[in-house]
């Protein structure tokens, strides 16, 4: 998610000149990302069944911050000459995300009495969608450089609405509320392996925009 968020970027930078870009925006960049991290996952079970690795899943991991790690370098490389790496962006979006989490998963935990919202997925996905709506609000109504705009019609008709994008906490609220309760129901009948795979896509629809989002403002693209 991570990677697939800071490899979007690249794309806004504008560095990438062909029509090789296409292949990193929405839709497509969903593809790609699936055929690249699907491929890694063969091949580190292949390594594991061969005996070179004693456990699959570190080969995966491994691979997966190393790629995150080389696709950063060329944003930094790409920032230099521009406007350079504004850390104390990173700080206040990620503090705005983890304060906003902190609290919605307390009220969920200990005023709903909601106990199953500890598991660390249920945490990553209240993340996930906070985290975007703390990059929205912060770069539509306070970052010092970039005019930012909400691409998506609901969002952008309640922005206008409240005139501050705040309002997609609220928004992300009335969403995650529901959903977390009716996975959880779904959960309890489901089959475990199709449970997390729609789990993952709701956290991935909010984690990897909100980590496109950040590193924008972040770069100042």
């Known amino acids: 998610m991570i990677f697939g968020g800071v490899l979007r970027v690249v794309q806004d930078t504008h560095t990438i000149q062909s ?35 004693d456990d699959y899943l570190k080969v995966y991991a491994g691979a997966g911050i190393f790629s995150t790690f080389c696709v950063a370098l060329v944003l930094i490389a790409w920032s230099i000459p521009h406007h350079g790496v504004d850390l104390s962006i990173l700080a206040i979006i990620l503090g705005m995300a983890a304060t906003a989490t902190a609290i919605v998963w307390g009220f969920i935990r200990y005023i709903l009495k909601w106990e199953y919202v500890s598991d660390p997925l249920y ?5 996930g969608q906070l985290l975007d709506a703390s990059a929205t609000s912060y770069g539509i109504d306070f970052h010092p450089a970039v005019h930012y705009i909400e691409q998506h019609v609901v969002g952008s008709f309640l922005i206008d609405w409240a005139h501050t994008a705040f309002i997609m906490f609220p928004l992300k609220l009335v969403v995650l509320f529901p959903a977390i309760y009716f996975m959880q129901m779904f959960r309890k009948e489901a089959n475990p392996a199709f449970w997390h795979l729609v789990l993952l896509a709701m956290i991935v629809v909010g984690f990897a925009p909100g980590v496109r989002d950040m590193v924008r403002m972040v770069l100042y693209v």
């Open 123 to 127: 945490i990553m996905l209240l993340f």
């Open 19 to 53: 029509d090789i870009q296409f292949a990193i925006v929405t839709p497509f960049i969903y593809f790609v990302i699936f055929a690249y991290t699907f491929g890694i996952l063969l091949f580190s079970r292949y390594l594991e069944r061969q005996g070179f690795v």
